[in-house]
């Protein structure tokens, strides 16, 4: 095992164990479940398998050597060694859009395998549907997608017509928003502001 440190910007780091290959053709980010962390993925002692040695040996590391893959499991924001954000609000958008931010700052820009266990697993199938084109494979644990609004629902909100269509929106316009913390803008004056801010071409 190996344990990770990565700057995914805004001040917020995610914290991560990875097991493997980091140059292996084939890549696995697994998300844990509710109230969990990284380790849920690591040896699983108390595991009840027959034999003691391969309940020694955790998933992370079994994917590793049985792929040839370079495994990773994070920590979500606000649990295990992961960055808490500031008055503890948290979605299942916001994790999924830092999933993908994560996966851009480990330089994973081909097609991975997205593991997700429980909430794990509904936080990573939101993200599998906005972005398919970024995952080669998508693995449910314990659990079969998300909290779908019905069309009434829908309707009564004027929110876009598929959850994954809501976040894809959601996360291209963060991708900007980042993009301009990165390179701050300078403006002569308050008016220039305002006039910028009235065009619209903050975006």
């Given amino acids: 095992e190996q344990e990770l ?3 995914i910007g805004e001040g917020l780091t995610m ?4 097991w493997g290959d980091a140059t292996a053709a084939t890549r696995c980010l697994c998300v844990h479940g509710w109230m969990d962390n990284a380790g849920s993925f690591g040896n699983a002692a108390c595991a009840p398998f027959a034999d003691e040695a391969a309940a020694a040996d955790g998933l992370g590391a079994r994917l590793a050597r049985q792929l040839g893959a370079y495994v990773v499991a994070c920590d979500l924001l606000g649990h295990g060694r992961s960055s808490h954000l500031p008055g ?3 979605s299942n958008t916001g994790w999924a859009t830092q999933l993908l931010k994560f996966a851009d700052c480990l330089g994973w820009s081909s097609p991975f395998v997205l593991i997700g266990h429980s909430m794990g697993q509904e936080i990573a199938s939101m993200l599998a549907a906005a972005f398919p084109e970024r995952i080669s494979a998508f693995v449910m644990l314990d659990g079969c997608g998300p909290w779908v609004p019905d069309e009434e ?3 009564e909100w004027g929110g876009p017509s598929h959850t994954a269509d809501a976040l894809r929106g959601s996360i291209l316009n963060w991708q900007k928003r980042d993009g301009h913390y990165a390179t701050p803008r ?3 004056s308050y008016e220039d502001v305002l006039s910028a801010r009235l065009e619209n071409k903050f975006s």
């Avoid at 914290?15 to 990875?18: E, M, N, V």
Wanted: no cysteine; hydrophobic share 50%.
């Fill in 186 to 188: 300078a403006f002569e």
């Fill in 15 to 18: 914290a991560a164990i990875a």
């Fill in 88 to 90: 503890g609000q948290y």
């Fill in 153 to 155: 629902q829908r309707e």
């Fill in 5 to 7: 440190a990565v700057d």
